[in-house]
């Protein structure tokens, strides 16, 4: 009789092959419960309507206070650019700045250039649009005695024109003084005066002054005040379509501070204004 090798319940698997039936899974416990304790992620949304207290006081402080500041700075600028723009400018001559001779109406005159710097110059123009121009000139005599010419124009009408050979007009200057004998003559090429005098002295000095037209920069300031109300309406409106309540009512408290704040700065650019003009 053979003896069993070990017990018979035990020996059900006598090649030692694991059977593909046989689960390879060697964890144990509730595999539900397992995926059952996975954390809970979710993404928590912003609340359209909390209050932020910064973008209540940008809009109820800082905005205001910087509008109502640039705003006096707007009206006081534009209150000093709707007059007319007023230049003026002047010239002492040296020896070396005679220009040569030109012949007008026949006779000889001893001529001298000048660049000022003022707008272009269109004497027809400004007589048309009622602005003004005022010029003056001066020689120097052998005895120094006082003597100047002038031009303005209330004169335009009253002397006739004279033409040089080249074509060009010029117009006549009243002189008194010393210098009342002379014949001063002066045209104009935009900013570029040349006098021509009928004796042969040294000019001494020669001046301009005059008015023109509001310029573009002072139109604008004119309307920029109306823009810069419009643009704080505009970004009250802006704040709430883009849910920014809090910046939105810090904006309707401002109506109240930028007045306070224009006001102030205007006292102060005032202030400014007297200590240096």
Not at 33 to 42: K, R
Not at 148 to 158: S, V
Not at 170 to 185: D, H, I, T
């Amino acid at each position: 009789m053979v003896e069993d090798e070990g017990n018979w319940w035990d020996n059900k698997n006598p090649d030692g092959k694991i059977s593909s039936s046989e689960s390879m899974n060697v964890f144990t416990g509730n595999v539900a419960a397992i995926s059952s304790q996975s954390p809970d992620i979710s993404i928590v949304q912003n609340d359209p309507n909390k209050f932020i207290m910064s973008q209540f006081l940008i809009g109820l402080l800082l905005i205001p206070i910087f509008s109502g500041f640039i705003m006096s700075v707007v009206t006081i600028s534009a209150g000093r650019s709707v007059n007319d723009i007023y230049y003026d400018d002047y010239h002492y001559f040296s020896e070396d700045d005679n220009s040569g001779t030109t012949i007008i109406s026949g006779d000889e005159y001893y001529t001298w250039d000048v660049i000022f710097d003022v707008p272009d110059i269109d004497i027809s123009d400004i007589e048309e649009r009622d602005y003004w121009l005022s010029i003056e000139f001066r020689a120097i005599e052998e005895d120094f005695q006082w003597g100047y010419c002038y031009f303005d124009m209330d004169m335009l009408g009253n002397n006739e024109l004279k033409k040089s050979d080249d074509g060009s007009y010029w117009y006549p200057m009243y002189c008194s003084g010393s210098m009342e004998e002379y014949e001063v003559l002066f045209q104009v090429d935009e900013r570029t005066f040349t006098y021509a005098i009928d004796q042969n002295i040294q000019a001494d000095y020669a001046s301009i002054y005059g008015d023109t037209d509001i310029s573009g920069v002072g139109i604008f300031l004119q309307i920029l005040p109306i823009l810069i109300i419009l643009f704080y309406i505009g970004v009250i409106v802006w704040s709430f379509i883009s849910k920014r309540k809090s910046l939105g009512f810090g904006l309707i408290g401002g109506i109240i501070i930028a007045p306070i704040s224009f006001c102030f700065s205007m006292i102060f650019i005032s202030f400014f204004y007297w200590n240096n003009f």
